[in-house]
């Protein structure tokens, strides 16, 4: 159980262009979905949460009109990256929880390289 | 402001031995801690948690303990197997909040078999 997918795994995208990645919940409803950044050999770095029905809730320092995030389902939250530049290339990665549990289940992350 | 810190980028310890990583927090509004195993190119796998009301959880050969006073978590894998070797991220968040991690910066362990 507990199983968190990402669409696409990897993805190049041209400068300018626009690129959208999927984290679905396989096997349960995440009430809140949380979207990380992870740098070469850095920490991961939670960007926004997501709650079904509601705006993204977005942390300091990441553009929201960048970003954009919609949580339309219980089992789906979207992120894409608008205006991609190479700066936005990066490993992407979701995580979902269920309502009143702590624990996070993340998805395998998806690759973004910016030409 | 790194709340929540992991001082060693790297360990390595023989088969068989037991590894020790750790993790320490300046917030103290922290009170659920957890750890996660992560492959390059994967996301992270969780492993094992604590709340703030105890001080040791126990999970096969992981076990994870806490010392609130100290503000300073660790994890102890016995015995230590090759198939281990990973980066491995302790996490903190608050209960009371919007559940979100902090995470630390990682430490990667290599078990030498």
């Known amino acids: 159980g507990a199983v968190v997918s990402q669409h696409p795994s990897r993805v190049i995208c041209k400068s300018g262009t626009s690129v959208k990645i999927e984290c679905r919940s396989l096997d349960f409803q995440a009430t809140t979905m949380f979207w990380y950044r992870q740098f070469p050999k850095k920490s991961l770095m939670l960007m926004a949460t997501?709650?079904?029905?509601?705006?993204?809730?977005?942390e300091q320092g990441v553009e929201k009109d960048k970003f954009l995030i919609n949580h339309a389902s219980l089992t789906l939250s979207t992120l894409t990256v608008t205006s991609a530049h190479p700066e936005d290339s990066s490993f992407y990665i979701c995580?979902?929880?269920?309502?009143?549990?702590?624990?996070?289940?993340f998805g395998p992350g998806t690759r973004l390289l910016v030409l | 402001d790194q709340q929540v810190k992991q001082n060693s980028p790297s360990l390595s310890v023989q088969e068989g031995r037991i590894s020790i990583l750790n993790c320490d927090y300046t917030n103290s509004m922290f009170d659920y801690f957890l750890w996660y195993k992560k492959y390059p190119a994967e996301g992270p796998t969780f492993l094992i948690s604590?709340?703030?009301?105890?001080d040791k959880n126990e999970d096969g050969r992981f076990t994870v303990f806490l010392n609130k006073s100290a503000k300073h978590l660790s994890l102890h894998i016995v015995p230590s197997q090759p198939g281990d070797s990973a980066v491995y991220f302790c996490?903190?968040?608050?209960?009371?909040?919007?559940?979100?991690?902090?995470f630390g910066t990682g430490t990667r362990l290599k078990v030498l078999a």
């Open positions: 604590i709340s703030s009301i105890k």
């Open positions: 996490a903190a968040s608050e209960r009371g909040g919007t559940y979100k991690y902090i």
């Open positions: 997501s709650n079904e029905g509601s705006k993204a809730t977005y």
């Open positions: 995580s979902a929880r269920v309502a009143n549990q702590e624990t996070q289940y």
